[in-house]
């Protein structure tokens, strides 16, 4: 796991975390995992993709997901996001693409949302890794107390972000978020188990550029190149 590499400012940011009992007791599950023989997802190199993608300063947009695609080649440390060669595109990502048409008139056809990351917009995922072939089978092991710490920093920063809550899972996780500060997004999950739900129509993508356009900040283009 040396290749592990995190934005010095997150580093700053996120010491005290770094240095806790629940790291600690998680650097050591994902040790004993790797030494076990199971496979991790994604790669080491990318467990911090989406930090690393959107240092402290620069985030404007915060979407939370829950956990790392389990499937080998897909996840790659954004939430929602695939690498470019994967098809078909998950269905989620599909419906929130389905939301983006209705809501811009943008089509996208790949799933790869590097490009969002390095506007601004901040992936995270509440838990970074994996067992391959195993969903949620990280949880509960640390991961949500260091991505607890990073919304919390996000929350105290004065600047306003935006910060969208997709489903139960995500609403409870962003519960602590200032809502008198922060522009808050709230739905149904884009799984099609939900979306149907309200998150169809719930124009998430012109809200959050009308926020930013308020904040005099520039708006993501959620146009994805093919």
């Known amino acids: 796991m040396s290749e ?14 770094f240095e806790s009992e629940s790291m600690a ?3 050591s599950f994902l040790r004993s995992e790797k030494n076990s023989g199971k496979a991790i997802l994604p790669h080491s ?11 402290p300063d620069a985030v404007k947009v915060v979407i939370l997901g829950q956990d790392p695609y389990p499937t080998p080649g897909h996840a790659h440390g954004l939430c929602f996001s695939v690498l470019p060669d994967v098809k078909p595109i998950p269905k989620s990502l599909i419906n929130i693409y389905k939301e983006l048409y209705d809501d811009l008139g943008i089509t996208n056809h790949s799933g790869h949302l590097q490009s969002w990351a390095e506007q601004g917009v901040l992936l995270l995922n509440s838990v970074l890794t994996v067992e391959s072939g195993q969903a949620n089978s990280h949880q509960a092991k640390g ?19 935006a910060f969208v809550l997709w489903g139960a899972y995500a609403q409870k996780k962003g519960a602590i ?7 808050v997004l709230r739905s149904p999950h884009p799984s099609p188990l939900s979306a149907y739900r309200g998150f169809f129509g719930s124009k998430p993508f ?10 005099n900040q520039p708006v993501i283009n959620w146009q994805i190149a093919d």
Do not use: G, V
């Not at 592990?4 to 975390?17: E, G, P, S």
């Not at 991961?143 to 972000?161: G, H, V, Y």
């Not at 978020?177 to 522009?183: G, K, P, S």
């Open 4 to 17: 592990i590499l995190l934005d010095d400012a997150w580093k700053i940011r996120l010491q005290n975390t």
């Open 25 to 27: 007791k998680l650097k």
């Open 45 to 55: 190199s990318l467990w911090f993709n989406a930090l690393n993608s959107t240092p």
């Open 143 to 161: 991961w949500e107390t260091f991505t607890d710490a990073i919304i919390n920093e996000l929350n105290n920063q004065s600047r306003p972000i």
């Open 177 to 183: 978020i200032d809502t008198n500060r922060h522009f």
């Open 206 to 215: 012109s809200q959050i550029n009308q926020f930013l356009k308020q904040q």
